[in-house]
Every structure is written in C-alpha cells, then in structure tokens.
C-alpha cells in the first residue's frame, strides 16, 4: 500500500488571500513592517486588476486615497504613476467636498503595482486559490490551498473581492466566473461557515466596452482634465505630473433608451428574480435607474479610456445585465454610439461576502482570533474603500504579530475612520459607498490635509519614513507661522489698498485692519492680496491652500472642533467587549441583543447601532455610573 502522498508545508507569519486593491494595500503594509509576508491570487496577471470603471478617486474616494498614502500606503503613488486625466472635483463648491479622481490606463496600473510587490522585501506572490482556513482553539494558524498545500501563519488577511462563489450574468447567460471572465474561488465559502462565519450575496455589476473606432465622438461633449494637475501622493512631485492628458466624452440616454429597456425587464434578471444578491444603491444599473426615476428623460453616459494600450472604452453610468440582444440596441440608441461595436457584454457580478457586525473596529473577525477582513468581502464597493481597508487589516495584522497595540481610526480622525465605523456597527444590507455626507467632520477631514491629520500615526506605525515625516511637521509649523503674521499684520485705507478693493468688487476700507481679515472676505484671497502684503515670503503651493482655508473657514472649524469635543467624551467611555448588557434592567430587549451582538468599545461607538435608541444609552450610562459609585 502507498503511504498518503506528503503536501507542501512553509510558515509565514502573515498571510494574505486576494491581491486586489485591499490585498496589494494589506500585503505592502505587512511586508513593509517587516513581517514576513505571503500574498495569494488566482491569477499574478490580475494583481491589482481594475474589473470595473477605469479610474481612482471621485467625491469622497478621492479623500480615502490621499488618507491612504498619508499613512503610507502605495495607491495614490500608483494613481500618479500611470494617469491619463486628472480632475479636481466640486471646485465650485467649498473644500471639504473638492476631490481628486483620475482616469487610469488598467494595464499600466497593474503593472506598477505588480512591480512594487514583487520588489518589497518579505513579500512573497504565490498563484493559488486558498480553499481552507485552519483554526486551533478559536485561533487563525494558517490556510490550505485547493492542492492541499498548507501555510501556516500568525494572522490572515482576507481581500477576496467578488470572486468567492461569483457568478456573471446578463439576461439568461450565467457563468460560474470571477470579474473579466476570471476564475472563481469556489471553496472558501465553505470553510468559512463551517468556522460560524456568516455569509450573504451582494452583487455589483459594470457596463459594457466597446470599440473606439465604432464611436462618433462629434456628438458628444468633451470633458478634458485639469490645466494644473494636483497629484494624489504628498510625496509625488506636482511637476511630474503635468503632462498632455487623454480627453472623456459626455453622452446622455434618452426616451428611446429608456423604451427598450422598459419593454425587455421581463428578461432582466435583476427583475426576473434570477439575481439574488443585493445591488448598490448608489452605482445602479441603467435598468434600476429607469424604474426608479421614471420621471428623469434622461442620465448621462460618460465614455472613458481603458487605457493607451488599447482601443477599449468603458461607458460609465450604463451597468447593465440585460440580455445581449438588448444591449446592442439600448446602446445604439444613445448620441454618438448608433453604430457602436461591443468589445465585452455589460455584466451583473453575484458574490459572497459577510453579514455586517463580526469584525471588531480593527477589522479582526470576533469569532477567530488572527483573522482580519478587508475590502469588498466587508460588504463595501470601490477600490479606494477597499485600498483603505485593506491598509488598516494589514496594519492591525502585523502589530498583532509584533504583540503591540491596534490603530483604530475614529469618525473625527479620517474618511478611513468613517469607512470602518460604518461598516462594523451599522446594518448595510447593500454595498457600502463611500460619501461625502456620511463623514460628520467633514470640514476638518478634507482631502487636502490628509498628511497633517494622518502622517504622524503613519509614522509611529513605521510606514512613514522619518524624513516625510519631518516635512509635514515643518510645513505645519509654516502654516501656522504664516497665519500668525496675516493676523498681526494690520493695513490702512491707503491708495494702494483702496485700488485693489475696487479691483475685486470688495467694500473700501473706513479703518485699519489685518490681511486676515481681508482674506476672510468671499471676493478675496491670500493670492489677491499679495501686492499690499509687503512682507510676503514666497511659499509652496500646498501651505498657500492650507493658510487660505484656515483662514477663511475659521469660525466653521472651530464650531466642528468643538462638536469633535463632544464626540470624544463618548468614545472615551469604553466599555468592556466581556459585558452582559442582559443585567442592564431598564434596557429594551431589542437593544440588549444588538449590544449583546455588536460588543462595541465605547459608548459612542454603541449610540451609533441601528436599533439602540438615545434613551438606551442614557440608560446605560446611569447603569455604569451606578456601578463605578458601587465599586468606589
């Protein structure tokens, strides 16, 4: 008789699944830190892959990507490297909602990304799909692979995307695959419900590709980039990054468009029942937009590059499952694409991911001790959402190997903050967006300060080098300096004065008054004033927008600093995750099991559970007071 055929055993300390977004951010994190790190993928081809839109950033993504490189992370470095358009979003509006978004070429982002993995120390890439987890007394000890390979490790960062048991599907086509025609891992599920984790399908979807050549770009609005371009990364140098940009195209559907889709959503399987999965509310696909604002003649199509290398071009704000026959024709429809070729059929993507309320605000599973989660197996969509999780989990990851201390960013503290906090405590029965309004501080978490809000806890993490590190602390110091002499600085009624008020439309001057005063008014700026301030010193461009906004804002900043005030005496009331929130009395049943369920670290953290009402947490904070007075 043969003996059983011996399976590759290695030891890592941490090891990563997926080499998507969170993957790619997790695994350089851990490796950086100097753990010795494995990062799996069932293709290397698709390392860092952009399945969906062809760009990083937008309104509030653009916040999350500039918090992930302030603390050290590699997508806006990436982002920069491999851009064909760049804009600044919402100028018109104040600067807590301006965000940055860039159109990418996808081959040459991947690319880059693949290049920086495989050249960082204690990172190894392995093609292979993790089938198993192997869990000892509620503790991670390592994974197996489908070849019964087994790695054992300290921790486990899960980045598995759309790919766990994913089905694509347009009309009555339906196949067994990942995104782009990828394979599907279709062990891993298993093994993660026979360890209690719970699981739900979400589904997300993306539009069709089609053949440049096929396009009448004469019918379309043009929609160039920026004439400056603002870089993602604090570390990018702003002049590397001007350069001739690739122009996008705006289209819109109309009644016709909108008549086809209406008659054929009998054979949509998103009405028809054949999806199962909850959708997006905020990406819809065409179908749910024409239902759901039956009143609106029209939404906007924007046609944009999949990159130099090829001929490809995605058409933005038209995902779809409907069948193919059908999307030919609704396409054809649309201005500009009456003789439009399809390259890749739009497609809806069903997948597993978890049931919110098992991971802890580090993002370590409650049930499995050295398991962290990441990305849109969180139940969230977006690269840039994923990128920021998947930094947090490799952090928290390796600090627990090294047995020091997790970072946890609060709502007051980043975008990341708001992300995490989100997704651990409330109910998001759909993939979570990331958006501007859900961030209650948003005056103070603007994308342009992320590196003054967030390099120091980079640093003290170790992602930070030291000299970056510096940098931000003397451009702090700059700043307020800066402030300071506009504030004592006073001028008069004189000419000079008088002709640049008029200049600007602005009320003359009846008695003396500081430059900061004449930068607070709406028509003027720290720019304007620069020939009656006589004792400017020349400064870089990112302390002028930093001054100018600190400046004008002033009175709102202070009132949201004090609101962050407020915020922090909540989440300074820890509470034990141990509780018994049963012996609390005066509770209502509903939020004894929410409580009981979530385990929240603090009392803000609990205010903030669907379910637990203002009146249960005054009650619980008199039950804890009772109890320090019984213990005093």
Same mark, same amino acid.
């Given at each position: 008789?043969?003996?059983?055929?011996?399976?590759?055993?290695?030891?890592?300390?941490?090891?990563?699944?997926?080499?998507?977004?969170?993957?790619? !951010?997790?695994?350089?994190?851990?490796?950086?830190?100097?753990?010795?790190?494995?990062?799996?993928?069932?293709?290397?081809?698709?390392?860092?892959?952009? +399945?969906?839109?062809?760009?990083?950033?937008?309104?509030?993504?653009?916040?999350?990507?500039?918090?992930?490189?302030?603390?050290?992370?590699?997508?806006?470095?990436?982002?920069?490297?491999?851009?064909?358009?760049?804009?600044?979003?919402?100028?018109?509006?104040?600067?807590?909602?301006?965000?940055?978004?860039?159109?990418?070429?996808?081959?040459?982002?991947?690319?880059?990304?693949?290049?920086?993995?495989?050249?960082?120390?204690?990172?190894?890439?392995?093609?292979?799909?993790?089938?198993?987890?192997?869990?000892?007394?509620?503790?991670?000890?390592?994974?197996?692979?489908?070849?019964?390979?087994?790695?054992?490790?300290?921790?486990?960062?899960?980045?598995?995307?759309?790919?766990?048991?994913?089905?694509?599907?347009?009309?009555?086509?339906?196949?067994?695959?990942? +995104?782009?025609?990828?394979?599907?891992?279709?062990?891993?599920?298993?093994?993660?419900?026979?360890?209690?984790?719970?699981?739900?399908?979400?589904?997300?979807?993306?539009?069709?590709?089609?053949?440049?050549?096929?396009?009448?770009?004469?019918?379309?609005?043009?929609?160039?980039?920026?004439?400056?371009?603002? +870089?993602?990364?604090?570390?990018?140098?702003?002049?590397?990054?001007?350069?001739?940009?690739?122009?996008?195209?705006?289209?819109?559907?109309?009644?016709?468009?909108?008549?086809?889709?209406?008659?054929?959503?009998?054979?949509? +399987?998103?009405?028809?029942?054949?999806?199962?999965?909850?959708?997006?509310?905020?990406?819809?696909?065409?179908?749910?937009?024409?239902?759901?604002?039956?009143?609106?003649?029209?939404?906007?199509?924007?046609?944009?590059?999949?990159?130099?290398?090829?001929?490809?071009?995605?058409?933005?704000?038209?995902?779809?499952?409907?069948?193919?026959?059908?999307?030919?024709?609704?396409?054809?429809?649309?201005?500009?694409?009456?003789?439009?070729?399809?390259?890749?059929?739009?497609?809806?993507?069903?997948?597993?991911?978890?049931?919110?309320?098992?991971?802890?605000?580090?993002? !370590?599973?409650?049930?499995?001790?050295?398991?962290?989660?990441?990305?849109?197996?969180?139940?969230?969509?977006?690269?840039? !959402?994923?990128?920021?999780?998947?930094?947090?989990?490799?952090?928290?990851?390796?600090?627990?190997?090294?047995?020091?201390?997790?970072?946890?960013?609060?709502?007051?503290?980043?975008?990341?903050?708001?992300?995490?906090?989100?997704?651990?405590?409330?109910?998001?029965?759909?993939?979570?967006?990331?958006?501007?309004?859900?961030?209650?501080?948003?005056?103070?978490?603007?994308?342009?300060?992320?590196?003054?809000?967030?390099?120091?806890?980079?640093?003290?993490?170790?992602?930070?080098?030291?000299?970056?590190?510096?940098?931000?602390?003397?451009?702090?110091?700059?700043?307020?300096?800066?402030?300071?002499?506009?504030?004592?600085?006073?001028?008069?009624?004189?000419?000079?004065?008088?002709?640049?008020?008029?200049?600007?439309?602005?009320?003359?001057?009846?008695?003396?008054?500081?430059?900061?005063?004449?930068?607070?008014?709406?028509?003027?700026?720290?720019?304007?004033?620069?020939?009656?301030?006589?004792?400017?010193?020349?400064?870089?461009?990112?302390?002028?927008?930093?001054?100018?906004?600190?400046?004008?804002?002033?009175?709102?900043?202070?009132?949201?600093?004090?609101?962050?005030?407020?915020?922090?005496?909540?989440?300074?009331?820890?509470?034990?995750?141990?509780?018994?929130?049963?012996?609390?009395?005066?509770?209502?049943?509903?939020?004894?099991?929410?409580?009981?369920?979530?385990?929240?670290?603090?009392?803000?953290?609990?205010?903030?559970?669907?379910?637990?009402?203002?009146?249960?947490?005054?009650?619980?904070?008199?039950?804890?007071?009772?109890?320090?007075?019984?213990?005093?």
């Amino acid at each position: 008789m043969r003996g059983i055929m011996p399976n590759l055993e290695e030891t890592y300390d941490i090891a990563i699944v997926g080499a998507g977004h969170a993957g790619c !951010e997790a695994a350089l994190a851990s490796a950086r830190l100097g753990l010795n790190t494995i990062i799996f993928t069932i293709s290397i081809d698709s390392i860092a892959l952009m +399945p969906c839109n062809p760009n990083i950033g937008g309104s509030s993504k653009g916040h999350l990507v500039r918090e992930v490189d302030a603390l050290g992370g590699e997508m806006g470095k990436n982002i920069d490297k491999t851009f064909l358009q760049s804009k600044m979003l919402n100028e018109s509006k104040g600067p807590a909602v301006h965000s940055l978004r860039a159109q990418a070429d996808k081959q040459e982002y991947t690319k880059e990304m693949r290049k920086i993995l495989e050249n960082t120390d204690n990172l190894t890439i392995k093609q292979a799909e993790v089938t198993e987890l192997i869990v000892e007394d509620g503790k991670i000890t390592g994974v197996k692979t489908y070849s019964n390979a087994i790695y054992h490790c300290q921790a486990v960062v899960l980045a598995t995307g759309t790919y766990l048991k994913a089905r694509c599907i347009y009309g009555d086509v339906s196949n067994e695959t990942g +995104p782009n025609g990828l394979q599907a891992a279709n062990y891993l599920t298993d093994s993660l419900k026979n360890h209690g984790i719970e699981i739900q399908r979400f589904k997300t979807g993306t539009p069709a590709r089609v053949d440049k050549r096929s396009i009448d770009f004469s019918k379309m609005e043009e929609q160039i980039g920026d004439q400056k371009i603002v +870089p993602f990364s604090f570390s990018t140098d702003p002049e590397s990054v001007q350069k001739d940009q690739v122009s996008c195209w705006l289209t819109y559907t109309n009644q016709e468009t909108h008549r086809i889709i209406r008659e054929n959503l009998d054979r949509s +399987p998103l009405f028809s029942g054949v999806i199962e999965g909850t959708g997006p509310r905020y990406c819809p696909s065409i179908e749910d937009k024409v239902v759901k604002f039956a009143d609106k003649d029209r939404h906007h199509v924007f046609i944009e590059p999949e990159g130099l290398y090829t001929n490809e071009m995605y058409l933005g704000g038209m995902s779809s499952s409907l069948p193919e026959d059908v999307q030919v024709a609704m396409y054809r429809t649309v201005p500009g694409l009456e003789h439009v070729k399809i390259v890749r059929n739009a497609y809806a993507i069903e997948y597993d991911c978890i049931c919110p309320g098992q991971l802890k605000p580090t993002l !370590e599973f409650k049930a499995i001790e050295g398991l962290f989660s990441s990305g849109q197996f969180n139940g969230s969509s977006g690269y840039e !959402e994923a990128a920021a999780q998947g930094l947090v989990a490799g952090i928290n990851a390796a600090l627990k190997v090294l047995g020091k201390e997790p970072i946890i960013l609060d709502r007051s503290q980043a975008y990341i903050g708001v992300l995490i906090d989100d997704l651990v405590t409330k109910e998001n029965h759909e993939p979570y967006r990331m958006m501007t309004s859900r961030a209650e501080y948003r005056l103070l978490l603007r994308q342009d300060n992320a590196d003054l809000r967030l390099s120091e806890i980079g640093y003290q993490v170790g992602l930070v080098p030291e000299e970056t590190y510096k940098k931000v602390k003397e451009k702090e110091k700059q700043i307020e300096e800066e402030i300071k002499r506009l504030n004592k600085t006073v001028v008069g009624a004189s000419e000079s004065i008088s002709n640049l008020l008029k200049q600007y439309g602005s009320t003359p001057l009846k008695t003396g008054t500081t430059l900061a005063e004449l930068i607070r008014r709406p028509e003027l700026d720290y720019k304007k004033i620069k020939e009656i301030d006589k004792d400017r010193k020349p400064l870089p461009e990112d302390i002028i927008t930093q001054v100018d906004i600190n400046i004008k804002y002033e009175g709102y900043i202070k009132r949201q600093l004090k609101q962050v005030e407020q915020f922090k005496k909540l989440e300074n009331k820890k509470l034990s995750v141990d509780f018994d929130y049963n012996m609390v009395e005066n509770l209502r049943k509903e939020a004894r099991q929410k409580l009981n369920f979530y385990k929240p670290l603090s009392i803000g953290q609990a205010s903030r559970i669907s379910g637990v009402s203002p009146a249960d947490i005054s009650v619980l904070l008199i039950y804890l007071e009772q109890l320090r007075y019984r213990k005093e």
